[in-house]
Nanobody
Framework: QVTLVESGGRLVQAGASLSVSCAASGRSFRDYAMAWFRQIPGKEREFVARISQSGISTYYADSVKGRFTISRDNDKNMVYLRMTSLKPEVTAVYYC???????????????????WGQGTQVTVSS
């Protein structure tokens, strides 16, 4: 059984920085790529960032490049998303997701991922 639990979301002012975390349970965490998505009510879940199994390779949505950083600690079964220079338009629920091992789907698609956390709310006020 795999569970993902996000934490760290809160209300911050524009321009601030914030880190959110994802704690993963289950075996073989280091065998899976991980990602962050976000979603606002009425819209589809949107890809934010992805990190490879080792943490060496990372990928970002164009909208967050240079401001967000994804990282992981395989010894602690943790994935992090560091967000800087926050803007109100990034307000959303942020979800952690585990990538399927065998999937040819593009990694920006939610269907590429088989386990999701419950999400953590990030709100940026202007």
């Amino acid at each position: 059984q795999v569970t993902l639990v996000e934490s760290g979301g809160r209300l911050v002012q524009a321009g601030a920085s914030l880190s959110v975390s994802c704690a993963a349970s289950g075996r073989s965490f280091r065998d899976y790529a991980m990602a962050w998505f976000r979603q606002i009510p009425g819209k589809e879940r949107e890809f934010v960032a992805r990190i490879s199994q080792s943490g060496i390779s990372t990928y970002y949505a164009d909208s967050v490049k240079g401001r967000f950083t994804i990282s992981r600690d395989n010894d602690k079964n943790m994935v992090y998303l560091r967000m800087t220079s926050l803007k109100p338009e990034v307000t959303a629920v942020y979800y952690c997701a585990r990538s399927k091992l065998e999937s040819s789907l593009p990694f920006k698609l939610p269907a590429k991922y088989d386990y999701w956390g419950q999400g953590t709310q990030v709100t940026v006020s202007s």
